[in-house]
């Protein structure tokens, strides 16, 4: 019986989507799957048996992914599961960075107990004045699913919609909105007016905004990050924002230097805390875990390539091996040795990584399946029946 241990508190919509033989508790010991929200598993410990590990929400950084491709576990997450969820987000730090409306909603809290509030409000209004962000330029680096959702809104809006992405999926290009135009980075700082950041952080994205990037921005742009506080270099923005060359730099990842800077907004990482948001990553997680113990079927990995297939034969051989030269026909001469017929055979490379799907037409004797784990290279092999 299959056991998934939750390490956060996980939406209920997820016990629909697990059979019910499953065991899926926070109680649970040496899991087969493990589903997370934020706990940080860098000092948990990975026991023998887990198979899977699925974050509800997109960044895996509280995630080991190192440790876990070693011992063949894969990690999902659920990308564009919360992407309505930051994009509305996004759309209303629009207005945040175009008018002074935190600053006016605070001035005004004072006014409490003020005799004649209505005649102090229109005399001290005019501190607050902003500007519109209709026919105002907006780039977008990073055209994932939340990208494309800002940018097609921000193109409603009245907003021209610049995108960056090197790695713009054939997906994402075939959901943008045409009236999107597509731009090298520098480009985009030195157009836009306002800048929106959905990319992950990587080693080459941290402080992707710094002095240098800031330097080549428009005077009085308005950066927007709800991706990670890390990509930005705080030293550099505080500095941009106190110059003036920054109007505004909103974020959803706030920190001890940034809380109270003027024109410095910190919202507290709200970009996907709806329900609806929990809801979907919640499913969508629990699907991912459910497909691969019982199919071996890879969605949204991180770390091992996505490898999905129909069951049409009574017995499946999953193979995790490190991506080198012959690892294919390595593994299949210990099956057609055996004199078993492959039915279906699939494999596909991630960086170092593979993941090799064999639909057989008939079981493969112990000894063979003996000879495929201990040959070099090959990380974990599981047969489903």
């Not at 629909?16 to 410990?45: C, Q, W």
């Not at 505080?238 to 110059?243: F, H, Y």
């Not at 909103?250 to 929990?278: Q, R, W, Y």
């Amino acid at each position: 019986m299959p056991a998934i241990l939750k390490l956060n508190e996980i939406s209920e919509v997820a016990n629909k989507e697990f059979p019910a033989n499953y065991t899926f508790s926070k109680d649970v010991k040496n899991p087969d799957g493990i589903m997370l929200r934020s706990f940080s598993m860098h000092e948990y410990p990975l026991n023998d048996e887990l198979l899977a590990v699925a974050r509800a929400g997109a960044g895996t950084n509280n995630i080991p992914i190192p440790a876990c491709t070693e011992k063949g576990i894969v990690v999902f997450n659920t990308p564009g599961a919360n992407a309505n969820a930051v994009k509305e987000l996004v759309l209303c730090e629009l207005f945040l960075g175009g008018r002074k409306i935190t600053d006016s909603i605070d001035w005004v809290k004072t006014l409490k107990g003020t005799e004649g509030i209505s005649k102090a409000v229109e005399k001290g209004k005019s501190s607050f004045v902003g500007h519109e962000i209709l026919g105002k330029t907006l780039g977008v680096i990073g055209l994932g699913a939340i990208g494309v959702m800002v940018a097609n809104a921000a193109v409603s809006l009245g907003m021209n919609v610049i995108g960056y992405d090197p790695y713009l999926s054939i997906n994402g290009a075939l959901h943008l909105d045409t009236r999107v135009k597509t731009a090298d980075l520098d480009t985009l700082l030195k157009s836009s007016d306002f800048i929106t950041v959905h990319v992950p952080l990587t080693p080459s994205t941290e402080k992707m905004f710094n002095a240098d990037s800031f330097a080549k921005m428009k005077d009085g742009a308005v950066l927007i990050n709800n991706s990670r506080g890390e990509l930005v270099d705080t030293g550099a923005v505080l500095a941009a924002v106190e110059s003036g060359k920054l109007e505004r730099y909103i974020t959803d990842f706030p920190s001890e230097e940034l809380i109270g800077v003027k024109n410095i907004i910190c919202v507290p990482h709200l970009g996907a805390s709806t329900p609806e948001a929990e809801d979907n990553c919640a499913a969508m997680a629990a699907r991912e875990l459910v497909d691969y113990i019982e199919n071996g079927n890879i969605t949204h990995s991180v770390n091992f390539p996505d490898v999905c297939a129909p069951r049409t034969t009574p017995v499946r051989i999953c193979i995790m091996h490190k991506n080198v030269e012959g690892m294919i026909a390595k593994i299949t001469s210990f099956v057609s040795d055996a004199n078993v017929n492959i039915a279906n055979l699939l494999d596909r490379s991630k960086k170092e990584m593979a993941y090799m799907i064999l639909d057989l037409d008939q079981p493969l004797h112990e000894k063979s399946i003996k000879e495929i784990e201990k040959s070099e290279n090959v990380l974990r092999v599981r047969v489903l029946g």
